[in-house]
């Protein structure tokens, strides 16, 4: 039986919500694994049920699992407990992988981000920033290996329930599990003809193409001029399916799978795939956030100048 530990840190719950979309499988591996620890399901203490211990706690497991970025003191601390206790540790989705969308806030100090939120939005009665109760916040958003080893990594936001699935069964297995080295236009099956295209369309535009026409009769995204971060982003999200997901509905890849290498900075790439076939990156406002939305820890999004 394999013990399996799992947190959440600074998260949507997406990811969790993954674990479930496994569907009938999950029946499978739930015969041999054992949830020792998971707050989203049980409410297990950190301090002991009645708050007895004075050392935060967490049962030792076979294998971590982790949503979320560090984004608190507490998380810190519980992430190192993840470490001490559990012999395999996985990063599950892009919030702990890469810093995800709450990473977006490393292009902000910790002081300009406390402002925006308790003081400057016009909706928002000016407050102090709340001291009382609460771990106090990090100086900016850390993805997990920044702070830990990790063992595993399993990006998408979320990821996919076929990437969990096949992972938890390798471990089950006592088989290796490793991601697939290629980049989502690798498992694209849209037309590329390799022609260069003048003007960009506007970053959220939507594509034109009609409704259930066959996806290798449609024209690359890109090659069209939409934005489309395949080029620099891993592959995984096609699960059992043809294509990339959002692909498959149409719609040019965000990025939601991360760089291809840990210290791959998809804003260079995606650059040089642009200026490849012709586009100009620079007519991009914002370069730094659009193409790091999902990975903006690890040094790829830092403190702008402030602008007001
Ligand atoms: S990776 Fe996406 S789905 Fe998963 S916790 Fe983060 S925001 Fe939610
Ligand atoms: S750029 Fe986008 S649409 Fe074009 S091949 Fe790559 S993933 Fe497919
Ligand atoms: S196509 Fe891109 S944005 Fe969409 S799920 Fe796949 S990696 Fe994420």
Request: charged share 25%.
């Amino acid at each position: 039986m394999l013990k399996i530990a799992e947190e959440w840190f600074a998260i949507c719950g997406g990811c969790e919500v993954t674990i479930l979309d496994i569907g009938e499988p999950l029946l499978d591996i739930l015969e041999q694994v054992e949830f020792v620890h998971m707050p989203v399901l049980m409410d297990h203490k950190y301090y002991g049920q009645e708050g007895e211990k004075d050392k935060l706690e967490i049962p030792e497991a076979d294998v971590g699992l982790i949503s979320g970025s560090v984004r608190t003191e507490e998380h810190k601390e519980i992430l190192q407990e993840m470490r001490n206790k559990c012999k395999t540790l996985i990063a599950l989705g892009t919030c702990a992988a890469f810093g995800g969308i709450p990473a977006l806030s490393n292009m902000y100090p910790l002081e300009e981000t406390y402002d925006m939120i308790f003081r400057e939005t016009k909706t928002t009665e000016p407050a102090d920033t709340p001291n009382q109760g609460i771990p106090p916040l990090t100086d900016r958003v850390y993805a997990l290996s920044e702070l830990v080893k990790i063992d595993l990594t399993l990006p998408g936001c979320p990821t996919t329930p076929e990437m969990v699935q096949e992972a938890l069964t390798a471990l089950i297995e006592g088989k290796p599990y490793a991601l697939p080295e290629k980049s989502v236009c690798d498992t694209c099956p849209l037309i590329r003809e390799k022609k260069s295209v003048t003007t960009l369309k506007r970053p959220l535009e939507a594509v034109e193409y009609t409704p259930g026409q066959p996806l290798d009769t449609v024209r690359c995204f890109m090659e069209q001029g939409y934005l489309c971060q395949g080029p620099a982003t891993r592959a995984g999200c096609i699960g059992s399916s043809d294509a990339p997901r959002c692909i498959k509905a149409y719609t040019p890849c965000r990025g939601c799978f991360g760089p291809m290498r840990e210290k791959a900075n998809p804003m260079v790439d995606m650059m040089g795939a642009l200026s490849s076939i012709g586009l100009n990156p620079r007519e991009i406002e914002d370069r730094a956030a659009t193409f790091n939305r999902f990975a903006g820890a690890q040094g790829r999004l830092r403190p702008l100048p402030k602008r007001r």
